[in-house]
């Protein structure tokens, strides 16, 4: 595929700096393109220009030296890219249809658009909408329900009730839907709690390869739209994520939290259970959150502070051999004056 650099700026909504005639035949990272591939560069990085060989550069600025390249400036670069990458690299797409190797319930429903892959387990009651993919050996169980546009890679599986909206991406290996971990504990035993909820994931959610998701004990453990979950997450029974929200790979959410709109929890974060994060709330990596946090703003550490406050124990917490031994001479003096 070829494109012009004018065509590619109107494809993105973005202006010309340079040679709008220039031939683009791909795209690639910034360190790495050639003279024929489009790249971006964020503004923090635009003192590299000059060493850059792509073709076309995306930015958001116009820089006073365009160091002789050919530029589109657009308010999102990254963003603008990403739509590059989706022309020049397009998805492959499924076949429609069932492969006689899938095993499809008599009571399931299935649209003609759909693409369901080799050994695809559908359950009773089941349903998958137009154009939604299952690849190889996905399970979906009783009464699950999957949206038009989802993707459920391989190895998936989706339990008994889980509702998918639409546009999902559901990576391998997921488990959606499986029994929420609640026990109740008489003479030192530990008997099951049975968790007859379900789990509903909302439209343009994307979850990683190897993430788990509970069902509610009753009732739902919900994600909400738009949604991007890593690798490697776990969240409990009746969790209930907000809407554009970042979880990052090996979190892990106790039940019954809730977590609102635009927050991020970066990697190995822990969540505990029955409490309420704010709307636009980031915690830093490794956070131990084992309280609600009321507010929104960034927190690290554990237990969760404030940045700001984190960093002002932190300092002090650098001069503590410092301190120890002004102490300890303190005491010397004390004692002899005392004798």
């Given amino acids: 595929m070829q494109k012009t650099v004018a065509e590619l700026a109107a494809l993105v909504g973005g202006r010309v700096v340079g040679d709008g005639t220039r031939v683009i035949t791909g795209v690639a990272a910034v360190t790495e393109a050639t003279e024929t591939q489009a790249a971006f560069l964020l503004d923090e990085y635009m003192a590299a220009l000059g060493q850059v060989q792509a073709g076309v550069v995306l930015v ?65 009651r089941s349903r998958v909408g137009a154009r939604a993919v299952l690849q190889a050996h996905t399970v979906l169980g009783a009464d699950v329900s999957v949206g038009a546009d989802t993707t459920v890679y391989a190895g998936a599986i989706l339990h008994d009730r889980t509702e998918i909206g639409e546009r999902v ?21 530990h008997e099951r709690v049975p968790q007859i909820g379900r789990v509903v994931i909302g439209d343009d959610v994307e979850i990683g390869a190897g993430t788990t998701i509970d069902n509610a004990t009753f009732g739902e453990t919900s994600i909400g739209r738009g949604t991007k979950i890593d690798n490697l997450v776990h969240l409990g029974h009746n969790v209930h994520v907000g809407e554009d929200c970042f979880i990052i790979a090996q979190v892990g959410v106790a039940g019954s939290t809730t977590i609102g709109n635009h927050v991020v929890l970066a990697g190995q974060t822990g969540v505990s259970g029955h409490i309420t994060i704010a709307d636009h709330v980031t915690c830093g990596g490794k956070t131990g959150v084992i309280g609600s946090i009321k507010e929104s703003g960034t927190y ?18 650098n001069h503590l051999p410092d301190l120890l031994k002004r102490v300890r001479r303190l005491e010397k003096s004390l004692l002899k004056e005392n004798e």
Avoid: C
């Fill in 60 to 124: 958001e600025h116009e820089p006073e030296d365009t160091a002789g390249k050919t530029l589109i400036v657009t308010d999102n670069p990254k963003w603008a890219f990403a739509s590059l990458v989706r022309v020049f690299v397009p998805p492959v797409q499924a076949p429609a249809g069932i492969h006689p190797t899938a095993a499809v319930d008599a009571t399931a429903t299935v649209d003609e658009s759909a693409s369901v892959g080799p050994y695809a387990v559908i359950g009773p």
């Fill in 169 to 189: 991406i559901i990576r391998s290996h997921a488990v959606i839907g499986g029994e929420g971990f609640g026990f109740a504990t008489m003479s030192g035993k």
């Fill in 300 to 317: 690290v550490g554990f237990p969760a502070r404030p940045h700001r406050q984190w960093g002002r124990i932190e300092g002090v917490l």
